[in-house]
Each structure stands twice: as C-alpha cells, then as structure tokens.
C-alpha cells in the first residue's frame, strides 16, 4: 500500500528545512536504512535515511525547495506495481521551489518591519477603544487630532490612513468646565522595512544578500537574547604569563603524540572547573524556573562563512587538556562544513568566545539563550603591572568580559564564578591536580 514519506524533524526545534538533494529518483527501489535525502536546517546538513523497503513511486518536493514544514510529505513510497498517481498526497500543495518561495518564519522571531504588530487601540473617552493603523494614528499626532472624534472607515471600522489624512486639529475653544478626554495614544516607532531602507541607498552601489536559514536564526536568537535576557557585565585582567609557560613545557612533550594546546583549551577547562567549583551559576534560565546542571558543559564559538556555530564539550571538567584539544579541532572542523549533529550544538550552561586571536582587545559577548553566561575573552596583551612587592614589572595580560543572565545568576554569584576562572589561569598546574 502506497504511504506518504514525510518532511522528517531532525532536532527537537526544527519546524522547517531546505530539501536541498535527492539521493534517490522515482521508480529507485529502496531498503530500509537507504539513504533518501539530504536535508538541510538552519545549522546543518544530514542524511535522511528511509524507514521501510519499496518503490519511489512519486517525488513531492522538489529538491532545493526551503521552507518545508516538517510533517509535510515530500514523497510517495509503495510496492513495485503499484499505482500511486491517486495517492491523497498528491493532491495537497507542495511549496514552490526556493526560486520562488516567500520567505518563511523563522522560530522564535520578532515581527519584522515589513509587518509590523498593530499598535494598541488608544481608549475613548467613555471607556471604548479606537481601532486605527500605525499611520493613520502617526498622521493624527503630528495632525493633533483626537481619534476618539474620528469615524474610520476601514474593516470593522477601523480608522485608516484616508480618514485622517485631510483632517485638521480642533480649533481652540473656552475650558470647559468638565475634565477634558483622555489624551490617545501615539503608536511606538517601529524600524523601517528593507523597501524604504533600499530607498534611502538609491543612487548607490550595493550589494543584495538574502539571507539564508542559518543568517535569520542567527538574528531572531541575538534579537531574543538582547530584548529578553537581563545582560549584566563582569570585567577582569588576567596574568597569563604562568599559563604560557606552562602550555609551551607541555607542548614539547605532547609534540611526539603530535598534539598541540592552544590557549583557548586552558580556557575551556578553567571554566569546566569553575562550574563545578561554583555549582550554583551552573545554571539556566528555564522561563519560570532555574535548571541548575551537574555536568560542566561548555559551548564554544566557532565562527564560520555566514555566520557561527556553538559546538558543547560535555563533561569538559572530567577531559584532560589534550582530550579537549582533540575533540575541539574534531568539532570546529565538522562546523564549518556543517556536518554537526544538532546533540553536538544545543545544550550546556556557559559559552566562550575569544576574538584574542584577532588581535581584539576586549568586548561583549551576547548570551546565547538558554545558557547562563558566556566569558569573552580577549587577546594577551604586553602591559606595565604592579606586582605585591610594589615593584613595577611587565606582565601578559589577557581582559576577558563575563555577561551574565541576572535571571539566574545574581551579580556576587557571578563574581564567585569570574574569581574562580580566574584562579584557574593563573594558576594552570592546579587544574591538572
């Protein structure tokens, strides 16, 4: 009997995907375990393999067709012989090709400027409320004119552009001696959208890029992040000179295994170890609740073509250095030719982003929801530092910034936590006790 392949959901949050390639044409026999399909979500590529043996009996979806919903059916599977033009699935629309396709939502994204949320209905004065669009109330507050006075005309009587635009304000008259309305309210300024910020640059060279499923998840979380999350900052100056030194005896011992430590590693495992010695800002934001974690699983940032992946190093306090460094290189390879599995970047607690490489000196990392805090770290730096003996002497010095999500972790919390780092980097030989 003919059955529906469907739009399979390979994380737990994908809602959509690109079917970017067909591995299999109609009238192929497949087995179950062949691999069907490769199908692309916003961070990466995998293979979709086939459940069931039987004939390709009719392909749905084209390939290179974005925003497939997952449940949707892509394809036609049955046995040889077997008729499968009348199958129900070919009678429900497929979407169009990535050619024509509008652009689908992305999850958890704020409306864009192109549709922007209707602003609240300003009340009237005996306690109704005044439907109006954004423009028609923009014009009546630059115009001075009260909607409450106001027919509209629109659907369901909703005031519009037309029924303000040739109005003008009231002409003055004597106080009265009863209180005057209530003032209506002026809808919030919202961003412009992509067809007036293009007018802005007519006249001038540029570049149109549009944006793929990586680049929108990318701006809904970060938009998400920077508008819910309470982002406070924890700054600190660390004296690396100790941990250079450390990581060059180890390395020419390790050279034989060919393995490298960079300082990122000392990093990473610092932080593994300041979780477990601050256990309490091994923590998440769950929206009602704090999930606090027992393992110490540190996500890192790996910068690539179109933006950026954050791979998590589980149990990373219980791996030695070289593991680390292993699994590190293992990860940001597979990143950046988005072969990761989506187990290999969500979850942990904490992230690292260092720019120290190029060259910067310090900054902010924004949180990546839903993890607690992240340690931006900057470069090593040669600078004049007073040591205890009151002697001036130079030291490396590497500024590293802690963003914290206050919801979770309370300022002396994430002091604690920024100490403990600390610590462990001045302090390296410690960290392999």
């Not at 059955?3 to 497949?30: F, H, N, Q, R, Y």
Request: hydrophobic content about 45%.
């Amino acid at each position: 009997m003919a059955t529906e392949i469907l739009m399979p959901a390979l994380s737990p949050t994908m809602e959509e995907g690109t079917l970017a390639k067909w591995l299999v044409k109609e009238g192929d026999t497949v087995q179950a375990g062949d691999l069907l399909a490769e199908i692309e979500t916003d961070k990466a590529t995998m293979e979709f393999e086939a459940v069931e043996e039987g004939v390709i009996g009719k392909i749905l979806v084209p390939e290179g067709t974005e925003g497939v919903k997952v449940n949707t059916a892509i394809a036609i599977i049955g046995e040889a012989g077997e008729d499968m033009s009348a199958s129900p699935a070919t009678a429900a629309p497929t979407p169009t090709a990535s050619a024509s396709a509008a652009p689908a939502p992305v999850a958890n994204a704020v409306p864009t400027a192109a549709t922007p949320t209707p602003a609240p209905a300003a009340p009237k004065a005996d306690g109704a409320r005044v439907f109006a669009s954004p423009l028609a109330r923009r014009i009546a507050a630059e115009k001075g004119i009260d909607l409450t006075q106001v027919k509209g005309t629109g659907p369901h009587g909703r005031i519009v552009k037309a029924d303000v635009e040739g109005g003008k304000a009231p002409a003055a008259s004597a106080p009265a001696a009863t209180a005057a309305p209530a003032p209506s309210a002026v809808a919030l300024p919202t961003s412009l959208g992509a067809d007036q910020i293009k007018k802005i640059y007519e006249g001038r060279a540029f570049e149109e890029v549009a944006l793929d499923g990586m680049r929108k998840t990318v701006a809904a979380r970060l938009t998400e992040a920077k508008q819910t999350i309470p982002h406070f900052y924890l700054r600190r100056d660390i004296r690396i000179d100790n941990l250079l030194a450390f990581r060059g005896q180890l390395n020419a011992q390790l050279a034989a295994r060919d393995v490298k430590l960079s300082v990122n590693d000392f990093i990473i495992k610092a932080c593994a170890l300041a979780l477990q010695e601050v256990p309490d800002a091994n923590a998440v934001w769950a929206g009602d609740r704090i999930l606090k974690l027992k393992p110490s699983d540190v996500a890192v940032a790996v910068a690539i073509e179109g933006g950026l992946f954050t791979p998590v190093l589980k149990d990373a306090d219980q791996k030695s250095l070289s593991r680390l460094s292993s699994e590190m290189k293992d990860l940001a390879a597979r990143a950046r030719s988005k072969k990761l599995a989506p187990h290999e970047y969500q979850g942990g607690s904490f992230a690292v982003s260092n720019l120290g490489m190029f060259g910067v000196d310090n900054f902010d990392a924004v949180i990546n929801p839903p993890h607690g805090a992240i340690l931006a770290v900057g470069a090593g730096v040669k600078k004049p530092v007073v040591s205890e003996d009151g002697a001036v002497q130079v030291a490396t010095v590497m500024s590293v910034t802690l963003s914290v999500d206050h919801r979770a972790i309370d300022g002396a919390l994430g002091a604690e936590l920024l100490a403990a780092i600390v610590r462990n980097l001045e302090n390296p030989m410690a960290m392999l006790a």
